[in-house]
């Protein structure tokens, strides 16, 4: 299992350096995921994808073209060279479904609702290995208190204008209530909780004992070092996680996970992969089979 990841990693990083330079040289999430895997920073990057790239364009260039058929050919096989490993997947899935502060709700989606065991609301697609997920943990001792799962938009601009109005009636300015708002509170349209997909977790002794709600101690807890551990088997992601503040735009969530399917999850995990940075490579992977059907007709 861990040399078969190792393997995907590997391919990973020789592909994102080809890509960097050939295709998606303006993606700064691919250029950022470049730097991570290669341990380059951002900013000197550009050199060293250029010298690993530059083989997949000599390649090409140089060969000397006999037929179009042969060119065509290895135009496709450079093509598919640049394809990367990841699980079957589409961005248009339903459990990929991408909501964040580029990509707005317009409407409350339409799904068939799950009640938990508190009447909080699911989408019923995800609802058996949600409820497998906290049954296993609970056998292993875990007591996990369910704090938020599905908002309507009506719900999170209600949500959005009460934690501001908090802000506000601490005396700071507009432009700051603003700013700590949104540093954990999605815009109103743009909260995952509106995709019935997400909820937000925690434990009764912080909970209830403590009164914390959520905060970032419950990382500390076993409750959530077995979910971290183990939330992928049942498709679930730890949605916002220290460290990628700058491509999912919401500060750190110890508590907030997000079903995206078993196989992407532990893909992503595996990989330390963001949602917005899974997408970004499935994207890049559609827009290359698009070539390749283009190049093959
Ligand atoms: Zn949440």
Same mark, same amino acid.
């Given at each position: 299992?861990? /040399? @078969?990841?190792?393997?995907?990693?590997?391919?990973?990083?020789?592909?994102?350096?080809?890509?960097?330079?050939?295709?998606?040289?303006?993606?700064?999430?691919?250029?950022?995921?470049?730097?991570?895997?290669?341990?380059?920073?951002?900013?000197? *990057?550009?050199? %060293?994808?250029?010298?690993?790239?530059? &083989?997949? *364009?000599?390649?090409?260039?140089? *060969?000397?073209?006999?037929?179009?058929?042969?060119?065509?050919?290895?135009?496709? &096989?450079?093509?598919?060279?640049?394809?990367?490993?990841?699980?079957?997947?589409?961005?248009? %899935?339903?459990?990929?479904? #991408?909501?964040? /502060?580029?990509?707005?709700?317009?409407?409350? #989606?339409?799904?068939?609702?799950?009640?938990?065991?508190?009447?909080?609301?699911?989408?019923?697609?995800?609802?058996?290995?949600?409820?497998?997920?906290?049954?296993?943990?609970?056998?292993?001792?875990?007591?996990?208190?369910?704090?938020?799962? =599905?908002?309507?938009?009506?719900?999170?601009?209600?949500?959005?204008?009460?934690?501001?109005?908090?802000?506000?009636?601490?005396?700071? &300015?507009?432009?700051?209530?603003?700013? @700590?708002?949104?540093?954990?509170?999605?815009?109103?349209?743009?909260?995952?909780?509106?995709?019935?997909?997400?909820? %937000?977790?925690?434990?009764?002794?912080?909970?209830?004992? @403590?009164?914390?709600?959520?905060?970032?101690?419950? %990382?500390?807890? #076993?409750?959530?070092?077995?979910? =971290?551990?183990?939330?992928?088997?049942?498709?679930?992601?730890?949605?916002?996680?220290?460290?990628?503040?700058?491509?999912?735009?919401?500060?750190?969530?110890?508590?907030?996970?997000?079903?995206?399917?078993?196989?992407?999850?532990?893909?992503?995990?595996?990989?330390?992969?963001?949602?917005?940075?899974?997408?970004?490579?499935?994207?890049?992977?559609?827009?290359? /089979?698009?070539?390749?059907?283009?190049?093959?007709?």
């Amino acid at each position: 299992m861990a /040399r @078969k990841y190792e393997q995907k990693r590997i391919m990973k990083m020789l592909l994102l350096s080809g890509l960097t330079v050939v295709s998606l040289s303006g993606c700064a999430v691919v250029e950022d995921l470049w730097g991570e895997l290669t341990g380059n920073a951002a900013s000197s *990057e550009t050199t %060293d994808s250029q010298t690993t790239s530059a &083989s997949f *364009e000599t390649e090409t260039s140089e *060969e000397p073209v006999e037929s179009s058929e042969e060119s065509a050919e290895s135009i496709q &096989s450079s093509l598919a060279d640049q394809l990367i490993d990841v699980p079957e997947a589409h961005t248009s %899935d339903w459990n990929l479904i #991408l909501v964040n /502060r580029d990509h707005q709700l317009t409407a409350n #989606l339409e799904f068939e609702p799950y009640y938990t065991e508190n009447g909080f609301i699911l989408d019923q697609r995800i609802a058996e290995r949600f409820e497998a997920m906290l049954a296993d943990g609970r056998a292993q001792g875990m007591e996990f208190v369910l704090v938020s799962t =599905y908002r309507t938009l009506a719900d999170q601009q209600a949500n959005y204008d009460s934690v501001y109005q908090s802000y506000l009636n601490q005396g700071i &300015s507009h432009e700051e209530a603003v700013k @700590k708002t949104e540093d954990y509170i999605a815009l109103p349209n743009a909260s995952e909780h509106s995709t019935g997909l997400a909820f %937000d977790i925690t434990e009764p002794d912080l909970y209830y004992q @403590k009164d914390m709600g959520l905060v970032d101690d419950f %990382d500390q807890t #076993l409750e959530a070092q077995w979910l =971290y551990e183990h939330a992928p088997e049942y498709g679930f992601i730890l949605r916002y996680p220290k460290g990628k503040e700058a491509v999912t735009y919401i500060q750190y969530e110890a508590w907030h996970f997000r079903y995206v399917g078993v196989e992407n999850a532990q893909y992503m995990q595996e990989n330390q992969l963001t949602l917005e940075e899974y997408i970004e490579i499935l994207q890049h992977n559609e827009s290359i /089979r698009q070539q390749m059907e283009a190049n093959s007709e």
